[in-house]
């Protein structure tokens, strides 16, 4: 089977999600099946992006060092689409022996079904943070939105929001899914003030939704790699 395409690996903080500001390794691989309008790692998507190929063993290795060296005990599997990778239940399993909490972000058009079943056999079922993409993305039809009833309670559902529009969007698929799952509403950074989005949680009663911004672009530059 073919070695999973590693574009970068790096420590960071979770800049996003529900273990946000905690350390976290970060394995990015490259190629995607969208092409968000707004998307911030469109270097990674494209068929000729840098990569090294490696095997699940090799990449739970630099997680072995990374627990060493950093003491993790995160690691956030991204991309690019992370569930384009043949060999990613494997990796799941691997790193699952070294007793880290494994999540996937998954941009929600990739069926969740069929790697949720190869997850079974290694009994290692990671969170999942999956995106719902809206109107100002441009790739809403895409969604596979029979991936809603395999959510569970420590996963995670995200709505990137970069107009009012999006978020009248958000608000009904939240009616129509009623998702278990914890909610974020997210900005596209420089497109919508946060300001807003709160009125608008207020407005609909979101109670159980979260606001979350993007942690990393905050401490560093928004377009830097490897934070």
Known sequence: MEDLRLAEQFVSINGEGQRAGE??????????DLRCDWCDTMWANEKNAPFTPMSPSQLAEIAEKAIEKYGVKNVTLTGGEPLLQGRLPELCGELAKLDLN?????????????????????????????????????MEKHMCTENFKYLQKTDTLKFVCGSNND??????????????????????????????????????????????LQLHKFIWDPEMKGV
Request: a positive charge; hydrophobic letters at 40%; one cysteine or more.
């Open 23 to 32: 350390l976290a390794l970060f394995l990015r691989f490259t190629g995607c």
């Open 102 to 138: 494994v999540e996937i972000e998954t941009n929600g058009s990739v069926p969740l079904k069929p790697f949720l079943e190869k997850c079974q056999g290694s009994g290692a079922r990671p969170s999942l943070t999956m995106d719902y993409k809206l109107p100002t993305s441009k």
């Open 167 to 212: 978020l009248e969007r958000a608000a009904e698929v939240l009616s129509e899914f009623k998702p278990e799952c914890m909610v974020y509403l997210s900005p596209v950074f420089g497109r919508i003030e946060p300001a807003d989005m709160v009125e608008f949680m207020k407005e609909r009663k979101l109670g159980k939704v979260r606001l979350q």
